[in-house]
């Protein structure tokens, strides 16, 4: 079964895909990501693979006769990729030297535009999953994206608050979030020409940290060659950040937010950033999504971002210097 249902009650989409629980379980001496697996080149930098049990595809199965005058269903069309980082088994983000890292972001950019081209992808999702608190199951360095159908619940939010703003202030409303940062200081973490890391003041995670482009641009497809290699040094330090926190490799969810495509023109409104959502709130606590969060939207922090920002400062600082 793989199909979408409509969700009535918030208006979004359900991406129903039992068949994923086909998936076989890897054995442990053997990884379909590494070079002399026959599923990948025998000699890559970074790569794209399709997805072998994709939630959406191209060519999707007609959905199952389950819907009535009430509830709606629609073909689960879209696009399913894992892209895979570097051919080395063990090495992520904070391991691999920037120039790798911009390969990384020029392939981002090569399959956002290749999922854009066709019209009835309306998002393009770029993520990571990085840890087995996440319920990674493949330990090799690598993230997913996404093409949607529609535009996800969450991205319609942010599009409605921006477009809204705009209307009212003539103004960007990621532009004035970063300026009020900015001004305010304690939460920003380190910035360089092009991004700003931040914990954001209204921070859901502990360690939940925003990249912002400082340019108004819309999405990843955007951006200037420089700008993407400023791009592919701030993931690096990053993610080198959250790993020298507790002298581990830290889990965290990375979210890519891009403007959506073949739609509406967001272009005034809409400001490339990604949000990282880090389960742990210390070394050896985690940050549950418990009832609140999840059956009522309703996030609480049990930190203060000012602080946070902080213990994130001096991480960043003993990164750096392991750099050196």
């Not at 979004?12 to 080149?41: E, L, N, T």
């Not at 087995?132 to 608050?161: A, D, N, W």
């Not at 999405?219 to 330090?237: H, M, V």
């Amino acid at each position: 079964m793989a199909e979408l249902r409509y969700h009535p009650l918030t208006k979004d989409w359900v991406m129903i895909a039992s068949h994923r629980q086909g998936r076989p379980q890897m054995p442990k001496d053997y990884c379909p990501f590494c070079p002399g697996s026959g599923k990948v080149p025998e000699h890559f930098d970074v790569y794209e693979y399709d997805n072998d049990f994709p939630a959406l595809s191209q060519n999707p199965p007609e959905p199952d006769p389950v819907a009535t005058g009430f509830y709606k269903t629609a073909p689960a069309y879209g696009k399913c990729e894992v892209i895979l980082y570097s051919p080395d088994h063990t090495a992520t983000l904070p391991e691999l030297p920037v120039e790798h890292i911009a390969k990384l972001v020029d392939l981002w950019v090569e399959r956002f535009q290749a999922m854009k081209a066709d019209p009835k992808i309306k998002y393009v999702f770029i993520f990571e999953n990085r840890g087995e608190l996440v319920g990674v199951t493949m330990p090799h360095p690598h993230g997913q994206m996404y093409g949607y159908s529609f535009v996800p619940k969450k991205l319609e939010l942010e599009l409605c608050s921006a477009k809204e703003h705009f209307e009212k202030t003539g103004r960007c409303i990621f532009d004035d979030m970063l300026l009020e940062e900015q001004k305010a200081g304690q939460r920003i973490i380190f910035e360089n020409e092009h991004f700003s890391v931040f914990l954001p003041f209204f921070c859901e995670y502990p360690y939940g940290v925003y990249i912002m482009s400082k340019r108004h641009v819309g999405s990843i497809d955007q951006f200037t060659d420089e700008e993407k290699r400023s791009l592919a040094a701030t993931l690096q330090e990053t993610a080198g950040m959250l790993d020298s926190l507790f002298g581990f490799k830290f889990p965290y969810m990375m979210c890519m937010h891009n403007a959506p495509v073949n739609g509406e023109d967001t272009s005034d409104y809409y400001h490339f950033h990604i949000e990282f959502f880090p389960p742990l709130r210390s070394a050896d606590k985690q940050k549950f999504n418990a009832s609140s969060e999840t059956g009522a939207w309703a996030h609480c922090n049990p930190t203060a971002p000012e602080e946070k920002a902080e213990e994130l400062r001096e991480a960043h600082k003993r990164f750096i210097e392991r750099q050196d």
